[in-house]
């Protein structure tokens, strides 16, 4: 079952809360992460009657789980997400962390329910868009299904390039520029950021033991290269960084 509560017109709440439900997309910061650029007001207020918030969840708190039947695509909004696997022995399979204005769920229209789990990793929340309504929607709205399809690509391709054959350090370099340009396109600073991930996670997603995450994030420091206060990270020379990880290309993390 899924952990995720939502807020819709019809819950005990008040005539303002039912209006910033109906406002999620228009009044939205981050819509054009998640929606294609330029929609007129006549197509956000279509995303807006269809789009419901959930309620906030907590760290651990699960969105989705391996099995769960498909009926949504949600829309982070607030905080961070994980989305992983756990294979017949046991062991945890790192996809990808989701940020606000990223999409989750895709990967579960073919089969009709999801294929993997997602978890808060820090206290978040989504937006919740009924995919019945909203492949209605993408008939009707220029763009829409378009969005839909860069966006599952960019997973294929973000796959294709964790695959590749790259040293420790320019995985690591990809890792944190490809964090830095996405915290940037959303108005935050694109060198002082919190990894709510931790370094086992990050070493799982990226396919290395932790040892050598801890060992690489250590040469980082001592190379002028970052700083790290806890999971506080200050990138200290980001056009070093990128050199290093031009290799990898555009990475999403």
């Given at each position: 079952?899924?952990?995720?509560?939502?807020?819709?017109?019809?819950?005990?709440?008040?005539?303002?809360?039912?209006?910033?439900?109906?406002?999620?997309?228009?009044?939205?910061?981050?819509?054009?992460?998640?929606?294609?650029?330029?929609?007129?007001?006549?197509?956000?207020?279509?995303?807006?009657?269809?789009?419901?918030?959930?309620?906030?969840?907590?760290?651990?708190?699960?969105?989705?789980?391996?099995?769960?039947?498909?009926?949504?695509?949600?829309?982070?909004?607030?905080?961070?997400?994980?989305?992983?696997?756990?294979?017949?022995e046991g062991r945890e399979h790192v996809l990808g962390f989701h940020l606000p204005g990223e999409l989750l769920g895709l990967d579960a229209i073919?089969?009709?329910?999801?294929?993997?789990?997602?978890?808060?990793?820090?206290?978040?929340?989504?937006?919740?868009?009924?995919?019945?309504?909203?492949?209605?929607?993408?008939?009707q709205i220029d763009g829409l299904r378009g969005q839909l399809l860069r966006l599952m690509s960019k997973d294929i391709a973000d796959a294709a390039?964790?695959?590749?054959?790259?040293?420790?350090?320019?995985?690591?370099?990809?890792?944190?520029?490809?964090?830095?340009?996405?915290?940037?396109?959303?108005?935050?600073?694109?060198?002082?950021?919190?990894?709510?991930?931790?370094?086992?996670?990050?070493?799982?997603?990226?396919?290395?033991?932790?040892?050598?995450?801890?060992?690489?994030?250590?040469?980082?420091?001592?190379?002028?290269?970052?700083?790290?206060?806890?999971?506080?990270?200050?990138?200290?020379?980001?056009?070093?960084?990128?050199?290093?990880?031009?290799?990898?290309?555009?990475?999403?993390?």
């Amino acid at each position: 079952m899924l952990a995720v509560k939502i807020k819709t017109a019809s819950s005990p709440a008040s005539t303002d809360l039912r209006a910033d439900v109906h406002k999620a997309c228009s009044a939205c910061s981050l819509s054009e992460l998640c929606l294609p650029m330029g929609l007129n007001h006549q197509d956000l207020e279509r995303m807006d009657s269809i789009v419901a918030r959930s309620e906030p969840m907590h760290e651990g708190d699960h969105l989705f789980r391996v099995g769960d039947g498909f009926k949504s695509i949600y829309a982070v909004r607030v905080g961070s997400y994980k989305s992983y696997t756990v294979d017949s022995e046991g062991r945890e399979h790192v996809l990808g962390f989701h940020l606000p204005g990223e999409l989750l769920g895709l990967d579960a229209i073919y089969p009709g329910q999801h294929r993997c789990n997602a978890i808060a990793l820090d206290t978040a929340a989504v937006c919740v868009l009924p995919y019945e309504d909203l492949d209605r929607l993408a008939g009707q709205i220029d763009g829409l299904r378009g969005q839909l399809l860069r966006l599952m690509s960019k997973d294929i391709a973000d796959a294709a390039t964790l695959a590749g054959d790259f040293t420790a350090e320019e995985r690591i370099a990809g890792f944190l520029t490809g964090l830095s340009k996405r915290f940037h396109m959303r108005g935050f600073s694109p060198t002082e950021f919190s990894l709510t991930m931790s370094r086992r996670d990050i070493a799982n997603y990226l396919r290395m033991a932790p040892e050598t995450v801890s060992r690489v994030f250590a040469r980082f420091e001592e190379d002028k290269l970052i700083a790290v206060e806890r999971r506080e990270l200050h990138l200290l020379s980001l056009p070093k960084l990128l050199d290093m990880a031009h290799c990898m290309g555009e990475m999403h993390a």
